[in-house]
Structures are given as structure tokens and as C-alpha cells.
Nanobody, 115 residues
Framework: QVQLVESGGGLVQAGGSLRLSCAASGSIFSSNHMGWYRQAPGKQRELVAGITSGGSTNYADSVKGRFTISRDNAKNTVYLQMNSLKPEDTAVYYC?????????WGQGTQVTVSS
């Protein structure tokens, strides 16, 4: 059963923007905090942004001021607006719960930022 489906990644020039979407099952989304995570080659997966069920947000220092996380509860969808992208943002981006045991990870979406 596919519960998390990420989309919106791609190849972008440094300084550009992308908007990622994550469609989640209702059982995951409805009463959970949600987060965006990323994993670059040879590195651990890290949280980049989180949003509570009430809409409060948290960001990693490396993306603060550039990325914005939001959620649409009616659509069971969480978004990540990424602006002023840098080559070091290159990674596979995943969504999942935040602050709880994770659901099964989806396929992720590749973000590549060229110099």
C-alpha cells in the first residue's frame, strides 16, 4: 500500500525555485505533524522542515528563510516551496510524519541544483 507520494522535483539552476508536493493517506495525515526530509549521496537523511497539525513550522538552519512548508488538510497534502536554491540543496527529498515513528518511506523526488 502506497501511503506517501512525493512529486515536483527536477533540475534547476542555482537561485531558482521548485515546489514539492506530498500526497499522504488520510490515516497518516489527519492527526500527525508532517515533515520534509532530504538525503544527499553519502550523507544521512535529515529533517529540513516540519509542520504541526496546527500549522506551526520549524526549519533547519540551512534552509531557514528560503524554504516554506505548508499543508492543505482538505487535500491530505503537504508542500515545500523552495526558493533561492543552492547546489548544496541537491538531494532526494522525502515526506513523512514528524516527531512520531515514521510510516514506510515513499520513493522520494530528486532535486538537482546546478552551479
Amino acid at each position: 500500500q502506497v501511503q506517501l507520494v512525493e512529486s515536483g522535483g527536477g533540475l534547476v539552476q542555482a537561485g531558482g525555485s521548485l515546489r514539492l508536493s506530498c500526497a499522504a493517506s488520510g490515516s497518516i495525515f489527519s492527526s500527525n505533524h508532517m515533515g520534509w526530509y532530504r538525503q544527499a549521496p553519502g550523507k544521512q537523511r535529515e529533517l529540513v522542515a516540519g509542520i504541526t497539525s496546527g500549522g506551526s513550522t520549524n526549519y533547519a538552519d540551512s534552509v531557514k528563510g528560503r524554504f516554506t512548508i505548508s499543508r492543505d488538510n482538505a487535500k491530505n497534502t503537504v508542500y515545500l516551496q523552495m526558493n533561492s536554491l543552492k547546489p548544496e540543496d541537491t538531494a532526494v527529498y522525502y515526506c513523512n510524519t514528524w516527531g512520531q515513528l515514521h510510516a514506510a518511506w515513499g520513493q522520494g523526488t530528486q532535486v538537482t541544483v546546478s552551479s
